[in-house]
C-alpha cells in the first residue's frame, strides 16, 4: 500500500503539508489515525529524518498502534510516539540532575498520592471525615496544572479550607523532594521547569523534534499546551489534531481554548476540515449531529457519511434501573442469537456506580462481560506490595513503598514504633531507610521490632546488591526473598487463591516486557506500569460485551453501544447542571458515545432510579429532545405499558382499585411510590402546547374524562401521537 492510496481529497492535504503549523479538525470516525501515520511516513519519504519527528498520543496503546501503523510503509528507528507523560520521564530521567533529583526518581501514582495526603493530614492533625483527602488531592493537581507552585498557591488562599490545602501541599512537595519521587502532575511540569531553567536542554529538543504531531489537542491541558509551544517555538512545525466538539475532560483540567484558539497562535497556520465519517450509519450520524449542534462554542463543521441509513436509533424507556439492565440483556442476548459477536458490543454509562444492577443482569442471562475502568490490575493490593518491593530495589529513599512495605508480610513492627522511626529520621533529615539501618540508636524501639527492622533492612539491601538480571528474575527473587505468596496462603482469605493467580500474572507481565524491550531494566518496567491507563488493560479479543464509562469510550468504537441512564441528574450529571460551560461539556459527552456506535445504537432511560436508597422519579435528558425526530424509533417498556396492552387502553377501574393495587394484582409485584400526587389532575385543552418528561414538546389533540381517569392525546414532536392518562403523565403546559 501506498501513503496516498485509498484518501479523499482532504485528507491528502492534511498528510502532504510539510513545513508550518497545520490544525486537522477531524470528525468523529473520519480517518483520523489514518491521516496522522501516513503524515508521518510522508515525512519521511520526504526526506525528514525519523529522528526529528515527535508524535504524541494519549495512551500507550494509541502510542504502540500507530508505531505498528508506521512500519508498513517504512523503518521509523529513531521516532519518538509516546504520550505527554511517557516522553517528559523519558526526558528527566536523562537531565532531572539539574533540577536536585535522582535520575532513579519513583513516579507516585494516585494511590500513592493518596497514601501520602493521607499521613501528611494526620502529621498537620487535620480532620480526614471533614477534608476529604482526593479532594484536597484535586486541587493540588489542579494548582499544579496552572503551574502554580506551594508559595503562591499560599499567597493567593483566602478561605479556611485553601489555607489548609496550602500547608498540605507544602509539605507534600517537600516529601516528594526527599523520597526523591515524582506524582504525574511533575513529570509534566518538572520538564517545563527543566527547559525553563536549562535554556540548552530546550534548545538540544527543538533541534531534535523538528516536527511534531498531537493528537486530541482538544484533551491539552495547559501545562501540555505550554510544553507544545515551548518545543515548536524554533521550527513552528507542529500539527495537531482533533474535535472541539470531542472534549470531554475539562473536569481534569482539559482546556478546550488550546484547539479552539490555535489559529491565534499560529496565525499562519493551515486549516483542514476532515468531515467525512466511515464508521456510523446515515441515522447515527444524523442524532449526533442534531445534539451538538446545539453548543454554542465549537467550530462549525457538518460530518457526513456515504453509509447507509441503517436501523434508527433506539430510545428505550423503562420502569427503573433494574428493567432497564433487564431489556439491555435481552436485547444483547437476542442480537447474539442472531449472529453478533459480543465483543462487538459495548454498554456505556455516566458513572462508574450504574455497572452493578447491569452486571447483574448480565450475570442472569449467562452474558460474559468486560468491564474497563474498575479496579485496575496494577492497583490491587497483591500487585502493589510487591511492586513496592520493586521500587525500593531502584530508590531506597521512597518512603511510601518502604512505608507500605516494612510490615507486609506482618513482621509484628507495630504502628507505634514506626511512628518513633518516622520521628528520628525527621529530626535528623535522614531517610526512613537510613534510620531502619540505625535502630539500634533509636529510643523506644527495642526487643521484637527493633530485631524485625533490622531484618527488614537487611532484605532490601540484600535484594539491592543482587545482580542485574532480567526483570523477570528480579521480580521472582523478590517474591521468593519476602515470602508472599507463602504469606497468601496463610490468611485463609477466601480471596487467596485469586491474589496468587494475579502475583504469577504479575510475573508474566515482566516476562512479556523482557521480551519486547531489547534493553530492558527494572526502572523502565515500573515506568511503563505506572503509566498504564485503563485503555492500555483492553484485551482486545475477548469474547464479552464491553462496560466502561462514556469518557473510558472516548476513541473506541462498537457495531452495537448502548448507553443507559439518559436522564436529567445521570446525562447530564447532577454537578455539571449549574452552568451553560458544563452543560456543553456533557452535551459533548453524550455526542462522543453516540459516535462510538457503527450500526446499532440503544438509549435508556427509567421513569424511577433508586439513588441514595430511595427511589427518585427520573426526567428524561434533555439531550434526548434534542435528536431529530426522523431517526428515533421510541419504545415505552415500562409497567403501565404492559398493562394496557393486556386490558386496553380504555381500561377502568374502581374508586376503591388504585392503579397500583391492580399493578400488584396483575404482577403480584408492589410498586413503589405514588402515581397520583394528590391533586386532581388538571384537564388540558385541544389546541395547547404542553411538555412531556419523555416525549418534549407536543400539541393536545383530544382531552376526555375527568379526576383519576382524565386522559389526553397529544401529537409530540418527538415520538408521534400518544394518548396518556394525566393522572401519570406529568404532562405540563408550555406557556
Same mark, same amino acid.
Given at each position: 500500500?501506498?501513503?496516498?492510496?485509498?484518501?479523499?481529497?482532504?485528507?491528502?492535504?492534511?498528510?502532504?503539508?510539510?513545513?508550518?503549523?497545520?490544525?486537522?479538525?477531524?470528525?468523529?470516525?473520519?480517518?483520523?489515525?489514518?491521516?496522522?501515520?501516513?503524515?508521518?511516513?510522508?515525512?519521511?519519504?520526504?526526506?525528514?529524518?525519523?529522528?526529528?519527528?515527535?508524535?504524541?498520543?494519549?495512551?500507550?496503546?494509541?502510542?504502540?498502534?500507530?508505531?505498528?501503523?508506521?512500519?508498513?510503509?517504512?523503518?521509523?528507528?529513531?521516532?519518538?510516539?509516546?504520550?505527554?507523560?511517557?516522553?517528559?520521564?523519558?526526558?528527566?530521567?536523562?537531565?532531572?540532575?539539574?533540577?536536585?533529583?535522582?535520575?532513579?526518581?519513583?513516579?507516585?501514582?494516585?494511590?500513592?498520592?493518596?497514601?501520602?495526603?493521607?499521613?501528611?493530614?494526620?502529621?498537620?492533625?487535620?480532620?480526614?471525615?471533614?477534608?476529604?483527602?482526593?479532594?484536597?488531592?484535586?486541587?493540588?493537581?489542579?494548582?499544579?496544572?496552572?503551574?502554580?507552585?506551594?508559595?503562591?498557591?499560599?499567597?493567593?488562599?483566602?478561605?479556611?479550607?485553601?489555607?489548609?490545602?496550602?500547608?498540605?501541599?507544602?509539605?507534600?512537595?517537600?516529601?516528594?523532594?526527599?523520597?526523591?519521587?515524582?506524582?504525574?502532575?511533575?513529570?509534566?511540569?518538572?520538564?517545563?521547569?527543566?527547559?525553563?531553567?536549562?535554556?540548552?536542554?530546550?534548545?538540544?529538543?527543538?533541534?531534535?523534534?523538528?516536527?511534531?504531531?498531537?493528537?486530541?489537542?482538544?484533551?491539552?491541558?495547559?501545562?501540555?499546551?505550554?510544553?507544545?509551544?515551548?518545543?515548536?517555538?524554533?521550527?513552528?512545525?507542529?500539527?495537531?489534531?482533533?474535535?472541539?466538539?470531542?472534549?470531554?475532560?475539562?473536569?481534569?483540567?482539559?482546556?478546550?481554548?488550546?484547539?479552539?484558539?490555535?489559529?491565534?497562535?499560529?496565525?499562519?497556520?493551515?486549516?483542514?476540515?476532515?468531515?467525512?465519517?466511515?464508521?456510523?450509519?446515515?441515522?447515527?450520524?444524523?442524532?449526533?449531529?442534531?445534539?451538538?449542534?446545539?453548543?454554542?462554542?465549537? /467550530?462549525? @463543521?457538518? +460530518?457526513?457519511? &456515504? $453509509? #447507509? *441509513?441503517? %436501523? /434508527?436509533? @433506539?430510545? +428505550?424507556?423503562? &420502569? $427503573? #434501573? *433494574?428493567? %432497564?439492565?433487564?431489556?439491555?440483556?435481552?436485547?444483547?442476548?437476542?442480537?447474539?442469537?442472531?449472529?453478533?459477536?459480543?465483543?462487538?458490543?459495548?454498554?456505556?454509562?455516566?458513572?462508574?456506580?450504574?455497572?452493578?444492577?447491569?452486571?447483574?443482569?448480565?450475570?442472569?442471562?449467562?452474558?460474559?462481560?468486560?468491564?474497563?475502568?474498575?479496579?485496575?490490575?496494577?492497583?490491587?493490593?497483591?500487585?502493589?506490595?510487591?511492586?513496592?518491593?520493586?521500587?525500593?530495589?531502584?530508590?531506597?529513599?521512597?518512603?511510601?513503598?518502604?512505608?507500605?512495605?516494612?510490615?507486609?508480610?506482618?513482621?509484628?513492627?507495630?504502628?507505634?514504633?514506626?511512628?518513633?522511626?518516622?520521628?528520628?529520621?525527621?529530626?535528623?533529615?535522614?531517610?526512613?531507610?537510613?534510620?531502619?539501618?540505625?535502630?539500634?540508636?533509636?529510643?523506644?524501639?527495642?526487643?521484637?521490632?527493633?530485631?524485625?527492622?533490622?531484618?527488614?533492612?537487611?532484605?532490601?539491601?540484600?535484594?539491592?546488591?543482587?545482580?542485574?538480571?532480567?526483570?523477570?528474575?528480579?521480580?521472582?527473587?523478590?517474591?521468593?526473598?519476602?515470602?508472599?505468596?507463602?504469606?497468601?496462603?496463610?490468611?485463609?482469605?477466601?480471596?487467596?487463591?485469586?491474589?496468587?493467580?494475579?502475583?504469577?500474572?504479575?510475573?508474566?507481565?515482566?516476562?512479556?516486557?523482557?521480551?519486547?524491550?531489547?534493553?530492558?531494566?527494572?526502572?523502565?518496567?515500573?515506568?511503563?506500569?505506572?503509566?498504564?491507563?485503563?485503555?492500555?488493560?483492553?484485551?482486545?479479543?475477548?469474547?464479552?460485551?464491553?462496560?466502561?464509562?462514556?469518557?473510558?469510550?472516548?476513541?473506541?468504537?462498537?457495531?452495537?453501544?448502548?448507553?443507559?441512564?439518559?436522564?436529567?441528574?445521570?446525562?447530564?450529571?447532577?454537578?455539571?447542571?449549574?452552568?451553560?460551560?458544563?452543560?456543553?461539556?456533557?452535551?459533548?459527552?453524550?455526542?462522543?458515545?453516540?459516535?462510538?456506535?457503527?450500526?446499532?445504537?440503544?438509549?435508556?432511560?427509567?421513569?424511577?432510579?433508586?439513588?441514595?436508597?430511595?427511589?427518585?422519579?427520573?426526567?428524561?435528558?434533555?439531550?434526548?429532545?434534542?435528536?431529530?425526530?426522523?431517526?428515533?424509533?421510541?419504545?415505552?417498556?415500562?409497567?403501565?405499558?404492559?398493562?394496557?396492552?393486556?386490558?386496553?387502553?380504555?381500561?377502568?377501574?374502581?374508586?376503591?382499585?388504585?392503579?397500583?393495587?391492580?399493578?400488584?394484582?396483575?404482577?403480584?409485584?408492589?410498586?413503589?411510590?405514588?402515581?397520583?400526587?394528590?391533586?386532581?389532575?388538571?384537564?388540558?385543552?385541544?389546541?395547547?402546547?404542553?411538555?412531556?418528561?419523555?416525549?418534549?414538546?407536543?400539541?393536545?389533540?383530544?382531552?376526555?374524562?375527568?379526576?383519576?381517569?382524565?386522559?389526553?392525546?397529544?401529537?409530540?414532536?418527538?415520538?408521534?401521537?400518544?394518548?396518556?392518562?394525566?393522572?401519570?403523565?406529568?404532562?405540563?403546559?408550555?406557556?
Amino acid at each position: 500500500m501506498t501513503l496516498l492510496e485509498d484518501i479523499t481529497e482532504k485528507q491528502r492535504e492534511a498528510i502532504t503539508h510539510i513545513n508550518g503549523p497545520l490544525l486537522i479538525v477531524a470528525g468523529a470516525g473520519s480517518g483520523k489515525t489514518r491521516v496522522i501515520t501516513r503524515r508521518i511516513g510522508y515525512l519521511m519519504s520526504e526526506g525528514v529524518s525519523p529522528y526529528n519527528i515527535l508524535a504524541i498520543t494519549f495512551t500507550n496503546k494509541a502510542a504502540n498502534e500507530m508505531s505498528e501503523r508506521v512500519k508498513l510503509f517504512s523503518s521509523h528507528k529513531g521516532l519518538w510516539v509516546s504520550t505527554f507523560h511517557k516522553m517528559c520521564s523519558r526526558i528527566l530521567r536523562k537531565d532531572i540532575e539539574r533540577l536536585g533529583f535522582l535520575k532513579d526518581f519513583s513516579i507516585y501514582d494516585t494511590v500513592d498520592q493518596l497514601n501520602r495526603v493521607k499521613s501528611i493530614m494526620a502529621d498537620l492533625q487535620i480532620d480526614t471525615s471533614q477534608w476529604k483527602p482526593r479532594s484536597v488531592i484535586s486541587s493540588i493537581s489542579n494548582a499544579k496544572n496552572k503551574l502554580i507552585d506551594p508559595e503562591r498557591f499560599a499567597s493567593t488562599a483566602s478561605d479556611f479550607y485553601s489555607q489548609n490545602v496550602a500547608r498540605i501541599y507544602k509539605k507534600y512537595e517537600n516529601l516528594l523532594k526527599s523520597d526523591n519521587a515524582l506524582d504525574f502532575d511533575d513529570l509534566l511540569i518538572k520538564t517545563i521547569e527543566l527547559f525553563r531553567t536549562c535554556p540548552d536542554v530546550l534548545a538540544s529538543y527543538q533541534e531534535k523534534f523538528k516536527y511534531i504531531l498531537i493528537d486530541e489537542y482538544q484533551d491539552t491541558n495547559y501545562v501540555q499546551y505550554t510544553i507544545s509551544r515551548l518545543l515548536a517555538q524554533k521550527y513552528r512545525n507542529i500539527c495537531v489534531t482533533g474535535d472541539p466538539d470531542q472534549s470531554i475532560y475539562g473536569w481534569r483540567g482539559a482546556d478546550l481554548r488550546n484547539i479552539m484558539d490555535f489559529e491565534k497562535d499560529y496565525p499562519d497556520a493551515k486549516v483542514v476540515l476532515l468531515e467525512q465519517n466511515y464508521r456510523s450509519t446515515k441515522n447515527i450520524l444524523l442524532a449526533a449531529s442534531s445534539v451538538i449542534q446545539k453548543n454554542k462554542y465549537r /467550530k462549525r @463543521k457538518e +460530518i457526513w457519511t &456515504e $453509509n #447507509e *441509513h441503517g %436501523e /434508527k436509533v @433506539k430510545v +428505550i424507556h423503562c &420502569e $427503573n #434501573e *433494574h428493567d %432497564e439492565a433487564e431489556e439491555i440483556a435481552k436485547t444483547i442476548k437476542i442480537l447474539h442469537g442472531k449472529g453478533m459477536k459480543y465483543t462487538d458490543m459495548a454498554l456505556f454509562y455516566r458513572t462508574n456506580a450504574q455497572s452493578r444492577v447491569l452486571e447483574i443482569s448480565l450475570r442472569n442471562f449467562g452474558i460474559p462481560y468486560v468491564i474497563v475502568g474498575g479496579v485496575e490490575f496494577y492497583r490491587r493490593k497483591e500487585i502493589k506490595d510487591i511492586l513496592s518491593y520493586l521500587r525500593l530495589c531502584v530508590n531506597p529513599s521512597d518512603e511510601v513503598a518502604l512505608e507500605r512495605t516494612i510490615n507486609t508480610p506482618a513482621r509484628g513492627i507495630g504502628n507505634a514504633s514506626i511512628k518513633r522511626l518516622k520521628e528520628w529520621a525527621a529530626s535528623r533529615s535522614t531517610t526512613l531507610v537510613n534510620a531502619i539501618g540505625s535502630v539500634e540508636m533509636i529510643p523506644g524501639i527495642t526487643g521484637k521490632s527493633a530485631a524485625a527492622m533490622k531484618r527488614f533492612y537487611e532484605l532490601i539491601m540484600v535484594l539491592r546488591r543482587a545482580p542485574q538480571s532480567s526483570v523477570e528474575e528480579i521480580l521472582v527473587r523478590v517474591i521468593e526473598k519476602t515470602g508472599y505468596v507463602d504469606f497468601l496462603r496463610k490468611s485463609d482469605e477466601k480471596e487467596s487463591d485469586d491474589r496468587i493467580a494475579n502475583i504469577e500474572e504479575l510475573v508474566n507481565a515482566a516476562h512479556e516486557y523482557d521480551v519486547n524491550h531489547a534493553e530492558s531494566s527494572l526502572q523502565g518496567f515500573l515506568e511503563e506500569v505506572a503509566l498504564i491507563s485503563d485503555l492500555d488493560t483492553v484485551e482486545d479479543k475477548a469474547e464479552a460485551v464491553t462496560l466502561m464509562t462514556l469518557h473510558t469510550a472516548k476513541g473506541l468504537e462498537f457495531p452495537v453501544v448502548f448507553i443507559s441512564g439518559m436522564e436529567e441528574g445521570l446525562l447530564p450529571h447532577s454537578e455539571s447542571r449549574i452552568s451553560e460551560e458544563e452543560i456543553e461539556e456533557e452535551r459533548r459527552l453524550c455526542y462522543v458515545g453516540i459516535t462510538r456506535a457503527m450500526r446499532e445504537l440503544f438509549l435508556t432511560h427509567t421513569k424511577r432510579r433508586m439513588r441514595y436508597g430511595q427511589l427518585i422519579p427520573c426526567v428524561a435528558s434533555r439531550f434526548l429532545d434534542e435528536i431529530h425526530a426522523d431517526c428515533l424509533d421510541w419504545q415505552d417498556k415500562t409497567v403501565k405499558r404492559f398493562f394496557y396492552e393486556s386490558h386496553g387502553e380504555n381500561n377502568t377501574w374502581s374508586n376503591e382499585t388504585s392503579f397500583e393495587d391492580a399493578l400488584e394484582e396483575e404482577y403480584n409485584r408492589p410498586v413503589e411510590g405514588d402515581v397520583f400526587s394528590g391533586e386532581k389532575p388538571s384537564v388540558f385543552s385541544c389546541g395547547e402546547i404542553v411538555r412531556h418528561p419523555v416525549f418534549g414538546i407536543g400539541r393536545v389533540l383530544e382531552s376526555c374524562g375527568c379526576n383519576e381517569k382524565a386522559s389526553v392525546k397529544v401529537s409530540f414532536n418527538v415520538g408521534g401521537t400518544k394518548n396518556l392518562m394525566l393522572a401519570y403523565a406529568k404532562l405540563e403546559k408550555v406557556v
